[in-house]
């Protein structure tokens, strides 16, 4: 129990005095510090820095004049910013300021005019296109994001319905803020106007008595201190002067002055005050209004840079940022220098650099296999969506911890391996975190569906508890042939060949029913000739070759007579192949007229000379069909008939079933 009361004293301690040294670092004078440079050589696009500020997600913005530089802590993405695509500003006579809005709209406002570019897309927008190019005197964007558009003696909120009416005589508007729910306007004359909710003045006040403010009236620059504190640097004929407004007394007070011209402004936590001038920059005491000018820092080569400072920026790492006339931007840290083998703990935040698909670092705006992948640049990426060849996808992450990137450390989890946080950092062997502290996580051979990536980022493995997440959704399609629309295509066709096969099962089945129709049509004919035909041989009467299958008569002929049928008989066999041997030629072969021939041969066969001629041909047309080795044409040609069509008429009028029905007819008589 005692060891382990001992232990938290100690690691308590511990604490305690690593925290009391950082805090004592960054107290330390900054004249032994060393900044790091970047420039031209790091893919800054000019040396000439104008402003510099941090964006919401930690990184830093730099305007050069020829374009605006983003760094997220590995590279620099610039956007060129054109002449042509600026809007003029009346009332704005002051130095370069970088706004930016609640809609990712990074705000280049230089003297009188304006000009836009939308960090989403890393494109400049086109201002004469917009609403903000009519009716406009001044712009500006205040803590909270919002734009405000100044026109005459009011000003309004661009994207809320916020609007405030400036007292005539408070003079021209310069700058705004706003903190604990009101509205604050400052202006030319000095004034400053502060605004309730409801839209009423709820104070009035100036740091200057009569006409002094004259002196300090060209420019006016506002930063505040948390709620607490305004500190405003004002520039005239007279130089400069530096002025706190304490927020909660409603009082103002003289910081300093100075003969040469203040830049930028900006405040730390604890409340310290860094002032960029053309000699340097200065660190000033608030409370005491004590103020130390540096004319050099220390570059990490131990050289001296004397160098004109016109921008400042504290990031929210702790990093101080410098912008110069001709050498770039200048960076330091309280945390680096002494204390450089102590462990540090700032909040950084996983910024979405870079995407690859498929070895290839994705562009914004161009087409991928016929599509644009990403509509917005890589730190604004929430979702994409793939096709199914587009399946190895790799991501790069980095932060901005620039005082040991090493000391970064990366939780992530991927919905495609089980969804378990991994923790990886660059001291780990096989780890995906480099050198500079940049985390990159390839995917490769992914199958279709839905995946989700989440990345957090920290300086102490220990310690995640309200880290930020950074989450990426994307979305790999399935080939054309396994999406919905082809499924539901699949099952319509399969639909209709279903229906095509029971449409042909129906036919089929119908046309068997159809055809055993007709062969049991077909037997019962058979079945009746074969009775005609067994009938036939038991009659006793003459029956010449059954041809007279059709007769419905008995009748018994003479010797004679029966002999004069034969001699007809074997006349007609004779000619039986002769195409048009007519009644008129079987008389003439009988030595008879043809009337006399009609009336003996009808009263004897009760039919008459062309049918029982017909009748002869016919027998012997289903005994030479009954053969076989004869086609229904031929048959028809050696018997007689000039047409097949007219043969097969008579034939099935003359035996109950069509000629190339009758082989199997027959074939079935005789297994009968």
Known sequence: MRTHTLETILAASARALVAAMLALSACVAWAGK???TLNTANGLSGNDVRQVLQLPDGRMAVYTGKAVDIYDGQRFTSAAVADTGWIELPAYSGHTHLYIDSRDNLWIKERHRLACVNLRTMRQQPMHASGFARGMDDFFVDDSRMAWIAHGDSIRCAYKGAAYRMPAGAGRLQDIAVAGGSFFAFFDTGRMIEYAESGRTASQSSPFSGDEWRGYSRTSLVARSADTAFYQVRTGRAGSILLAYDIGRRAWRTLTRTPYTLHTLTATPQGTLYVTC???????????????????????????????????????EGGVWFGTYDHGVLYTSPLSGLFDTQPINIRVSPILASVYLNGEALQTGREYGGRVLLDVTPPYIERITLAHDQNSIAFRFSTM????????????????????????????????VDDSGSLYLPFVGLQPGDYVLEVMASTNPEAWGGADVRRVEFKI?????????????????????????FVLYGRHVRRRAALRAREDELMERVRT????????????????????????QDQQLSPAEAEFVSRVTALVKQNIATQGYSVE?????????????????????DKSPVAFIRSIRLQRAAEMLAGGGRSVAEVAEQTGFG??????????AEFGC?????????KTQQKA
Request: net charge positive; proline share 7%.
């Open 643 to 652: 047409s097949t069509a007219y043969f097969s008429k008579c034939f099935q």
């Open 477 to 501: 399609l399935p080939p054309w042939w396994a999406t919905p629309w082809a499924f539901a295509a699949y099952a319509a066709l399969a639909a209709l060949l279903l229906w095509l096969a």
């Open 529 to 552: 000739l074969t009775e005609r035909l067994s009938a036939r041989q038991s009659d006793s009467r003459v029956v010449l070759g059954e041809a007279s299958a059709a007769d419905g």
């Open 585 to 605: 030629q079987l008389a003439a072969d009988l030595c008879m007229e043809r009337t006399g021939l009609y009336r003996k041969l009808t009263a004897m066969m």
């Open 658 to 666: 069509r000629p190339s029905d009758y082989p199997k007819a027959a």
């Open 278 to 316: 053309p000699q340097g920059y200065l660190r000033i005491d608030p409370a005491t209004g004590a103020a130390e000018r540096h004319p050099e820092l220390r570059l990490p080569d131990g050289t001296m840079l004397t160098a004109g400072i016109n921008a400042v920026c504290l990031d929210r």
């Open 34 to 36: 060393t900044f790091y």
């Open 401 to 432: 911890n620039y005082v040991r990137p090493r000391s970064t450390c990366y939780r992530y989890r991927f919905s495609g391996t089980g969804g378990e946080w991994h923790t990886v950092t660059a001291y780990t062997d096989g780890s995906p």
